[in-house]
């Protein structure tokens, strides 16, 4: 079965310190991407960050990073400065690729995140 | 604004009514997705249409059905309505691999209240 697990159901972090999201998933296929997608307050489903599983480079956007770690199957997010716009429910998800077409995303089941000030 | 778009954004009907839920997808995606998120729980796929074909199916119960028409708008219909099914239904596309069709955006939502 291809699973993501989160294990941090809730975590707290005040603005402008940093703070990691954890994140692992099981699948036996190799072609796949993985997603964090954020969910603030108003339930809207947002990307921030992609990261290919061929590539070992890890991806980063501003102020969100990745620790991609594919034969542990882990990826964790890192988000640094933390503001108080980024208090939202965070998903992680990978999506697989079969024979060149791409299939649907598996979530975990969120970290609710709290930026404190 | 992600280029998805949901209609309703918010219904309330009765149980035993059905309803539909329609979405566009990106300008060029060929691929919709429905998902569906409860109170409590995480985002359960429902299923995936690609340029007009069924491409893959998740938890969808045998009340709940989905088409892409030719010109790739889809609609969720939902029939027989428990209270259980009070969620939100987000509609997702995506494009061709390869062309930003590695990446599934998301509409806003449709928030579904059964009463």
Known sequence: ?117 | DSGVTQTPKHLITATGQRVTLRCSPRSGDLSVYWYQQSLDQGLQFLIQYYNGEERAKGNILERFSAQQFPDLHSELNLSSLELGDSALYFCASSGVMGHSGNTIYFGEGSWLTVV
Do not use: H
């Open chain 1, 1 to 117: 079965a291809q699973t993501v697990t989160q294990s941090q159901p809730e975590m707290s972090v005040q603005e402008a310190e940093t703070v990691t999201l954890s994140c692992t998933y099981d699948t036996s296929e190799n072609n796949y991407y993985l997603f964090w997608y954020k969910q603030p307050p108003s339930r809207q489903m947002i990307l921030v960050i992609r990261q290919e599983a061929y590539k070992q480079q890890n991806a980063t956007e501003n102020r969100f990073s990745v620790n991609f770690q594919k034969a542990a199957k882990s990826f964790s997010l890192k988000i640094s400065d933390s503001q108080l716009g980024d208090t939202a429910m965070y998903f992680c998800a990978f999506m697989i690729f079969y024979g060149g077409s791409q299939g649907n995303l598996i979530f975990g089941k969120g970290t609710k995140l709290s930026v404190k000030p």
